[in-house]
Every structure is written in C-alpha cells, then in structure tokens.
C-alpha cells in the first residue's frame, strides 16, 4: 500500500520562500516519477515539477528559475523548495508518485490517469 506523507506548506508574502516535503512508503517501483501538483481555487490541476528514479528533473514553465525539486536518497524524501513566491502560487500542493514509468511528460507525467498512481493528502501554500 503506498502511501505519500506531505509537510511544510504554510503561508508568507509575496517573494519569500516556502519548502514542501514528502516522503512515499510502499513502493519499489523501478522506474518511478514522483513530484508535486498543485490546483488553485477555480483553475484546473497543474503540474508543478517532478523527478524520476534517475534524478532527471522536471519544471512547468512558470515556476523555471525559482522552484527546485531534489531528493533524499536515504529516505526517498522529495523536497520542493520555492522561492520568490507570487501571488499565483497559492493552491493546494499534492505530492504524487507514478510508479513503472520516467517523467517522459514532464510534471504532467503526474496527472496521467495511470495504473499505478497514488496521491498524497496535500498541503495549502498562501502566498
């Protein structure tokens, strides 16, 4: 049974920074694409940015420059790490993990409707 356990969502002001973390149990996926989603009030769900079991990293467009995913590989904890925050970046942020395939989608490989794809419960980030 996977399960995805996120923290660190929170809320700042504009241009401060914001660390989002998560920690999937579970799995022995090989390969895997796991990552962040996120969906604001009245807009559809957005891929964020992903990596996948070789560490090849993934970004949508708008947050290129101020967002970085990296991972723990000890503890298979994935951390977003967000800076220069706007106003647009509120949503709620769901962890997702899509096991047997590499992130060929970029952070959409997250919204695929796949076998083996298992969200986490998320986390609101305020900006």
């Known amino acids: 049974h996977v399960q995805l356990v996120e923290s660190g969502g929170g809320s700042v002001q504009a241009g401060g920074s914001l660390t989002l973390s998560c920690t999937p149990s579970?799995?022995?996926?090989?390969?895997?694409?796991v990552g962040w989603i996120r969906q604001a009030p009245g807009k559809e769900r957005e891929g964020v940015a992903a990596i996948d079991s070789d560490g090849d990293k993934k970004y949508t467009d708008s947050v290129k420059g101020r967002f970085t995913i990296s991972r723990d590989n000890d503890k298979k904890t994935v951390f977003l790490q967000m800076n220069s925050l706007k106003a647009e970046d509120t949503a709620m942020y769901y962890c997702?993990?899509?096991?047997?395939?590499?992130?060929?989608?970029?952070?959409?490989?997250?919204?695929?409707?796949?076998?083996?794809?298992?969200w986490g419960q998320g986390t609101q980030g305020t900006v």
């Open positions: 997702a993990i899509q096991g047997g395939v590499y992130c060929s989608n970029g952070p959409s490989s997250l919204l695929l409707r796949l076998a083996r794809r298992t």
């Open positions: 579970g799995y022995t996926y090989s390969p895997y694409c």
